[in-house]
């Protein structure tokens, strides 16, 4: 099985960040957003291919505040020689907080793709994720024409698993039923250091909404706001949205909420 390798490590700091790459990826900034640095991830290829290996290891160092987005939605191509993996690793040293997302990833038809995430929280450090997830190309009327989609997220304080989270969509009448009629899964995690209100205000967004729900994880791990939409423009507003809900509490270096910023 070919397909290429990218791989990106980076270190945030108050200062900027320390990277490395090996294309197709780029990472653009930092874009000042008052004390929060805000980063473009960008794949410049036309998207993921069978074979490919994509390896993301990003760091927000202590009392750091970053956001790191992707330019664009990434397109899963389909398949035929076999699946590609996606592989983030995130941490969060102590008072820091990473942002990662919203990225939007959009699985065509015959695409087949596994996610795995590891996320290492410090003492009040924060890692809030946000995915947008598009079964198919929507406008074009493809739904649900992907082979496999897996996903594996593990989230840690360093010394032992705080929470664990395994899936697989697969195209059925499982997935269909569950979908209910929709073509967007949104998920959005506020792990570590968050605010003790963050739930009541990701709750009273959503509350008239009954294709989103929003859980306390385990083990004090944090929060998650899951759901479904109807499009892309859809799905990533419903991602903004959350971000703006959450805050870092105050045990965190910054006091600064997270502003409406679109990167």
């Known amino acids: 099985m070919g397909g290429l390798t990218a ?64 330019s664009s939605a990434t397109k899963v191509h389909a398949m035929p020689g076999g699946p590609a993996r996606y592989e983030a690793s995130l941490r969060a040293e102590p008072g820091g907080m990473l942002v990662w997302g919203p990225h939007t990833t959009i699985l065509q038809e015959g695409s087949d793709l596994r996610q795995d995430l590891r996320v290492t929280l410090a003492p009040a450090a924060c890692v809030i994720l946000a995915e947008v997830l598009v079964l198919g190309r929507l406008a074009r009327g493809e739904r649900c024409s992907f082979r496999r989609f897996q996903s594996d997220l593990v989230v840690s304080n360093g010394t032992r698993e705080l929470y664990e989270e395994r899936y697989v969509l697969e195209p059925g009448a499982t997935l269909g039923a569950a979908l209910r009629g929709q073509g967007v899964v949104v998920s959005v995690y506020g792990l570590g250091a968050i605010a003790d209100d963050a739930g009541e205000r990701l709750r009273a967004l959503v509350s008239d909404n009954p294709c989103v729900g929003v859980s306390s994880l385990p083990n004090s791990a944090g929060l998650v706001l899951r759901g479904l939409a109807s499009s892309l423009s859809a799905g990533a507003a419903l991602a903004e949205q959350a971000l703006l809900s959450l805050r870092l509490s105050e045990t965190s270096a910054s006091q600064d909420p997270l502003t409406r910023q679109r990167l």
Not at 24 to 41: I, K, M, N, V
């Open 7 to 70: 791989t990106l490590g980076v270190r945030f700091h108050s200062a900027g960040a320390e990277a490395s790459t090996q294309s197709p990826l780029e990472l653009r900034g930092p874009f000042r957003r008052g004390r929060l640095s805000a980063y473009y991830l960008r794949n410049v290829t036309a998207g993921i291919l069978s074979g490919d290996t994509y390896r993301v290891d990003a760091t927000a160092a202590a009392g750091s505040a970053v956001q790191v987005a992707s």
